[in-house]
Structure formats: structure tokens, C-alpha cells
């Protein structure tokens, strides 16, 4: 498989309970970011990877997000105590540090509703 | 401040007529744009990158222009299979600034293609 995977497709969580998603990235690419899509809108930035170094964080990403990056592989991201307004559409995309910079690829997308 | 805005929001096509679907921008040091098509429950899947004024691309009954101020996405003939949302994305920054290559989106234009 040679694109971005992300696991699970579809989270349905109870409020205030804790979830965590997982990106493996294309296995070159050495950048990794999280999005978030609600609908209707496009995606959002909320951080950003750089082998295992997180270099950029969002003002949306609140203390209750957390992300990580193992050995600059995959990467997880966690939410605490959710809440209503984190339902959304969480993408992972990577892409590889080279040249004028190049695209980035998205995965599936993990959909997250908290009821 | 950086902004990306798309219009229409919603455009409907019968198979066949073309039209042109529009991106307009402002951001400080742009370091590329990019188009990607959404289908429906799925990740960004991506079409072009255009990096200075006067580029165009193409790739099927698609055709991507760029000038300092806004993007056009030509639909040639279109299909019912090119029924997607369009997204329009900038990345910022000046090389060796410590750019991330975070992108950020417009809110997207839903084209549907009638047969």
C-alpha cells in the first residue's frame, strides 16, 4: 500500500470519554499533519510533524488534544474528555522535505462523532 | 490576514457544459497552491500544484490557472463522475524561513454533474 492510511474510518464516542486515532504515513515521507473538516467547511491545520519532532501546533489544538510521533513513523492523536464540538472529520496527510515543497497526500480520514 | 475563499459554494452542471470554478487569495509569501478533489466521506485526493502566476496545468477535462490574486479551475465537458467538492489550498512562507508546509483551505466548491 503505498498512501497514507488512517485508523479507525469511524468513532462513535460518549462524551467525555478519551479517544485516539492513528496515521501511518507514506513510508518515505518524512512530514506529517493533522486536519480537522466539520462540515461544509475545508480542512483546518492543527499540527505538524517533522520526522518525530512536532514543530507547529494550532490554537485549536486545545490541551485536550495530544499528539504523537514514535520514531518519526506513524502518528497518533489523542482527544481527552471529549465534547460535542470535537465531532469532525480528523485527516492525516504527509508529504517528503524536498525541492520548492512538494503536495501533500491525504488519507481516508477518521470520522469522530461524540454523542 | 491569510485568507482563501472559493466561489461558488455549490454549482450545478449538466453533463457536458463547462464552466469554471473560482479561488481567490491573500497571504503573504506563496509558496504554492494547490487543488484537490473531496468526494464524499473520503480524504483530499490531489490534482495540481501551481507555483507562480501565469502556470497552468491540466489533467483530463481539468485545467488549473493561477495570477497573483486568485485561481481558476476549468471543468471541460464534464461527466456525473466529476461530481466532488473542489478544494483550494495556500501554502505560505519563504524558503529556509522554517516553513511547515501547512496548507490552508478554502471552504471548498460542491459541484454536482447531471447526466
Known amino acids: 500500500d503505498t498512501g497514507v492510511s488512517q485508523n479507525p474510518r469511524h468513532k462513535i464516542t460518549k462524551r467525555g470519554q478519551n479517544v485516539t486515532f492513528r496515521c501511518d504515513p507514506i513510508?518515505?515521507?518524512?512530514?506529517l499533519y493533522w486536519y480537522r473538516q466539520t462540515l461544509g467547511q475545508g480542512p483546518e491545520f492543527l499540527t505538524y510533524f517533522q520526522n518525530e519532532a512536532q514543530l507547529e501546533k494550532s490554537r485549536l489544538l486545545s490541551d485536550r488534544f495530544s499528539a504523537e510521533r514514535p520514531k518519526g513513523s506513524f502518528s497518533t492523536l489523542e482527544i481527552q474528555r471529549t465534547e460535542q464540538g470535537d465531532s469532525a472529520m480528523y485527516l492525516c496527510?504527509?508529504?517528503?522535505?524536498?525541492?520548492?515543497?512538494?503536495?501533500?497526500?491525504f488519507g481516508q480520514g477518521t470520522r469522530l462523532t461524540v454523542v | 490576514e491569510d485568507q482563501v475563499t472559493q466561489s461558488p459554494e455549490a454549482l450545478r452542471l449538466q453533463e457536458g457544459e463547462s464552466s469554471s470554478l473560482n479561488c481567490s487569495y491573500t497571504?503573504?509569501?506563496?509558496?504554492?497552491l494547490f487543488w484537490y478533489r473531496q468526494d464524499p466521506g473520503k480524504g483530499p485526493e490531489f490534482l495540481f500544484t501551481l507555483y507562480s502566476a501565469g502556470e497552468e496545468k491540466e489533467k483530463e477535462r481539468l485545467k488549473a490557472t493561477l495570477t497573483k490574486k486568485e485561481s481558476f479551475l476549468h471543468i471541460t465537458a464534464p461527466k456525473p463522475e466529476d461530481s466532488a467538492t473542489y478544494l483550494c489550498?495556500?501554502?505560505?512562507?519563504?524558503?529556509?524561513?522554517?516553513?511547515?508546509?501547512?496548507?490552508?483551505f478554502g471552504q471548498g466548491t460542491t459541484l454536482q454533474v447531471k447526466p
Open positions: 489550498a495556500v501554502r505560505k512562507g519563504a524558503a529556509g524561513s522554517g516553513n511547515t508546509g501547512k496548507l490552508i
Open positions: 497571504v503573504s509569501g506563496l509558496r504554492g
Open positions: 513510508s518515505e515521507h518524512n512530514r
Open positions: 496527510a504527509s508529504s517528503i522535505n524536498r525541492g520548492q515543497g512538494p503536495e501533500a497526500f
